[in-house]
């Protein structure tokens, strides 16, 4: 297993379409994480998921934003409608136990035009 | 309440001189802190971590950092810049606010290492 895999690393969309990104986690990790990176900022949190179940959702994650887990294993993000403001690198990270060592993927990086 | 400071923006340092990147925390509970790296276009790296054990960390390529509790800092430093210390660090801090594991990252502090 050689880590945390996004896909795909750079996704062009006009505004108004529906964009959706796959993140594979370390396999054995029971926690998945999605975050949004914009220009100049930290990464911020949107969700987590715990194997299937999604155990909190940042307010960032409007109505259009909507994430899955349904084996437990890999995850979607879907935003649908994209606005400009949606523009931004989406992180994916992965975990075995809590509070401990997050394992990021290298991104997914959104332009709305 | 959660938060995390990281008071520069942009350092740049000369090859070869000690590196500081500071960053201060706020947190109710036990926090665990973290530093992460991001070179251009890649993904976050950990590069240290502290978890209740001892208060001076580290980390890979020569990066340590001091929990300070007292003055709830958490700042890196590296003895000697190199030309690939260049990229973006982000100071995290992580605890269980009401009941869930909450994380928080720094807005970042860009690295620029002068030849």
């Known amino acids: 297993d050689t880590g945390v895999s996004q896909d795909p690393r750079h996704k062009i969309t006009k505004r108004g379409q529906n964009v959706t990104f796959r993140c594979d986690p370390i396999?054995?990790?029971?926690?998945l994480y999605w975050y949004r990176q914009t220009l100049g900022q930290g990464p911020e949190f949107l969700t987590y998921f715990q194997n299937e179940a999604q155990l909190e959702k940042s307010r960032l994650l409007s109505d259009r934003f909507s994430a899955e887990r349904p084996k437990g294993s890999f995850s979607t993000l879907e935003i649908q409608r994209t606005e400009q403001g949606d523009s931004a690198m989406y992180l994916c990270a992965s975990s075995l136990v809590e509070g401990v060592v997050y394992t990021f993927g290298s991104g997914t990086r959104l332009t709305v035009v | 309440a959660q938060s995390v400071t990281q008071l520069d923006s942009h350092v740049s340092v000369s090859e070869g001189t000690p590196v500081l990147l500071r960053c201060n925390y706020s947190?109710?509970?036990?926090?665990?802190l973290f530093w992460y790296v991001q070179h251009p276009n890649k993904g976050l790296q950990l590069l240290l971590k502290y978890t209740s054990a001892a208060t001076l960390v580290k980390g890979i390529n020569g990066f340590e950092a001091e929990f300070k509790k007292s003055e709830t800092s958490f700042h890196l430093t590296k003895p000697s810049a190199h030309m690939s210390d260049a990229a973006e660090y982000f100071c995290?801090?992580?605890?269980?606010?009401?009941?869930?594991?909450?994380?928080?990252f720094g807005t970042g502090t860009k690295l620029q290492v002068i030849p």
């Open positions: 995290v801090v992580s605890d269980h606010t009401g009941g869930y594991q909450k994380v928080t």
């Open positions: 947190s109710s509970y036990s926090p665990s």
């Open positions: 396999s054995e990790h029971n926690r």
